[in-house]
């Protein structure tokens, strides 16, 4: 029933699909022709999920792991994903790409599907999403999960939570959006898978990540690509005022870009 109604969807949806998938191999093969994203070296976010990978042992780390000047972590949802397909395959940078090419790929398909083609390409262009999505990276498997749940919070109210609630394992904003959701949906059941995962999430990385990157590390709110799962609730409730200014706010993406986003590509990864 399910893979039927799957069919069908990307059957009726077929032209778009097709747009998304040349526009992403084009954007991602002109980022790989300039500076290929396969060496970790430029990359250290991705250089650590990878060592995470090879050492599943450390991703847990409680409120008691002491921090020191030497310490450094990430959440642990990135790694865990891509461990049983490394032991299938050892090439790390492999899988890290092919499953953020994916998942990107079926995130602006889901905002196409709650908004329109002007909103999924607004988000698409955004600096830091277009280039994040082309990395090694956690951003775009993240950004596919708080946009699921965003799809299903009318539909499936409970599966919304949970695929929400999941997110916080891959970033820990995502329990600023699972709040959100148990704001507009307020029942026992998804007030009790919220509090569930918050506590795994907080207590197993959570805080030991919070107090690494507060304490000797880069305070989160200095990422701007933080800003990027935040765009996706405010282009679904403002669409229509997005939809309008169109391409006010894509010439203001693109002069934005030149400076510090996806342009900047060209010349130096940044990973901010």
């Known amino acids: 029933m399910c893979n ?3 069919i069908k969807e990307l059957k009726r949806n077929k032209k778009i699909l097709f747009k998304i998938l040349i526009i992403k191999i084009l954007v991602f093969s002109s980022f790989f022709i300039y500076r290929p994203p396969t ?4 990359l250290s976010d991705a250089e650590y999920y990878y060592w995470l990978t090879l050492h599943p042992n450390e991703l847990f780390r409680p409120p008691t792991t002491p921090v020191n000047k030497d310490s450094f972590f990430k959440p ?3 790694s865990l994903f891509l461990l049983p397909f490394y032991t299938i395959y050892q090439n790390w940078i492999f899988w890290a790409l092919l499953f953020g090419f994916i998942f990107s ?3 602006l398909f889901l905002i196409y599907k709650m908004t329109n083609e002007k909103i999924m390409w607004l988000f698409f262009f955004y600096p830091y999403y277009i280039y994040h999505s082309s990395f090694p990276l956690e951003v775009s498997l993240f950004c596919f999960l708080i946009t699921l749940s965003f799809y299903f919070i009318r539909k499936k109210e409970v599966l919304s939570n949970l695929i929400c609630n999941i997110s916080s394992f891959f970033r820990i904003e995502g329990i600023l959006f699972s709040f959100y959701l148990l704001t507009k949906n307020f029942k026992l059941k998804n007030l009790f898978i919220f509090l569930t995962f918050s506590f795994i999430a907080l207590y197993i ?5 919070i107090l690494v990157n507060y304490t000797i590390g880069t305070p989160l709110i200095a990422y701007p690509r933080i800003i990027i799962p935040f765009l996706i609730p405010l282009f679904l409730q403002y669409k229509k005022f997005f939809t309008k200014h169109f391409w006010k706010i ?4 693109v002069i934005f870009g030149a400076f510090v986003g996806y342009l900047k590509v060209f010349y130096i990864w940044n990973v901010l």
């Open 76 to 78: 642990i949802g990135w």
């Open 39 to 42: 060496n970790l070296h430029f």
């Open 250 to 253: 894509m010439t203001v993406w």
């Open 4 to 6: 039927n109604f799957l």
């Open 205 to 209: 990385y959570g805080i030991h990540y």
């Open 105 to 107: 790929f079926f995130t």
